[in-house]
Every structure is written in C-alpha cells, then in structure tokens.
C-alpha cells in the first residue's frame, strides 16, 4: 500500500513565524504535490514537484515556498505566517510522469495561524 | 477536464451495496474517470479509476457505461465506515503534475 505520512495532524502558529510542513512517501513515487482544502473552495495546488530539486508553483504559490532535497520528502513552507494560511494542508504523490496513476493523499495537517 | 454531476446525497443500510452513479456527458476519448472518497478530517483517498473496461478491486467495483457516459462506483457491503464524501474525477491521464479538481461529491450516509 502507499503510504504518504504528514509529519502533524494539528498545528498552531502564531503570525509572522516560519512554519515548516513536512511530508514523506514510501513509494519512490516522482511527483510530489502540496494542497489546501478549505470549505467552499475545494482543493487548490499550492506547489508540485516532478523530481528531486524540481518544483513548479501551482495555482496559489504566493506566501508559499518548497523544498525536495530528496526523492521521499516534500516540505513546505510558509515564509512569514498570516491568519489568511490557516487550512487544511494535504500532500499527495503520484507514480511517472505522462500516465493515468493516480494521487495518493496523506492524513493532512490541520494548521491554525493565531 | 470534462464536468461531473453526482447525486448530493444517498443513503445505505450496512450490509447492502452501495451504487453511486455520475455523469460525465461530455467526457473525452483520452480522459480517465477516478474515484475518491474523503471522510471528515482526513485526506482524500484513492478507490479506484477507468478508461472504457469495469475494473474492480478489493475496495470497490467501477462499471463505465459503453458510450462512457456515465458510471457507477460500487462497494458491495458497505460498512459504517464507509461513510464519507464519494469524488467522481474525469480528467486525461497525461497530466501527472496538474491538480485534481474535486466537485461538491455524493455524501453516502451507511447505517445499521
């Protein structure tokens, strides 16, 4: 089975820090993604990445930044917290890169900026 | 990516199938159909996905109309635990770094 571990399911910041989100998959999957779901909004692509020190902004980079040092983990990070990122953050991976796999999403890290 | 329209809700005893259908009209000749599910507080999970041919796995079974379109997921006992918020995806299967696109989804309630 795939397994995408989230390194926090609860998380509370205060504004103005730098928040770090860590994810690691068990598969030796290429793709790595970062969301945000919020109610009424759906899913939104923070960042994805495609392999190791790849990265393409997705479609709310802004506030936003990545890092993949390494195949199994995808961080990231929130610059300077605002009240604005309190969500629920969702890291996902996927197999290759031009084929129908799908995503395969962790627990999510429930963040609240103070 | 072709539009989905699923059911709000459904209900199910525990025990008995579950069928969730969706409709996918305009869905495209190289465009896959995906099922999530989500329950409260956690990630999405993958169930399963299809081009034209059922498939079935140990969670559930995927039955795709011949002029795909339309589908149907199937769990075949459903359990309390499969509550939870069903996504139906129609998206083309060469887009390995592009966001999926969840709609409102069918919320299936199973009781006992």
């Known amino acids: 089975d795939v397994k995408v571990t989230q390194s926090s399911r609860y998380l509370v910041k205060r504004t103005g820090e730098k928040v770090f989100l860590e994810c690691v998959q068990d598969?030796?999957?290429?793709?790595m993604f970062w969301y945000r779901q919020d109610p009424g909004l759906g899913l939104r692509l923070i960042y994805f990445s495609y392999d190791v020190k790849m990265k393409e902004k997705g479609d709310i980079p802004e506030g936003y930044s990545v890092s993949r040092e390494k195949k199994e983990r995808f961080s990231l990070i929130l610059e300077s917290a605002s009240t604005n990122q309190t969500s629920m953050y969702l890291c996902a991976s996927s197999v290759g890169q031009w084929n129908n796999q799908p995503q395969h999403f962790g627990d999510g890290t429930r963040l609240s900026i103070l | 990516d072709a539009k989905t329209t699923q059911p709000t809700s459904m209900d199910c005893a525990e025990g008995r199938a579950a069928n969730l259908p969706c409709n996918h009209s305009?869905?495209?000749?190289?465009?896959?159909v995906y099922w999530y599910r989500q329950i409260h507080s956690q990630g999405p999970q993958y169930i399963i996905h299809?081009?034209?041919n059922n498939e079935t796995n140990e969670m559930a079974s995927l039955i795709i109309t011949e002029d795909r379109k339309s589908s149907t997921l199937i769990l075949p006992h459903a359990t309390l635990r499969d509550t939870a918020v069903y996504y139906c995806?129609?998206?083309?299967?060469?887009?390995?770094?592009?966001?999926?696109?969840f709609g409102k989804g069918t919320t299936l309630s199973v009781s006992s």
């Open positions: 305009t869905i495209s000749g190289n465009e896959y």
């Open positions: 598969m030796d999957h290429e793709n």
């Open positions: 995806i129609v998206r083309v299967g060469r887009q390995a770094g592009t966001a999926l696109i």
């Open positions: 299809g081009l034209k």
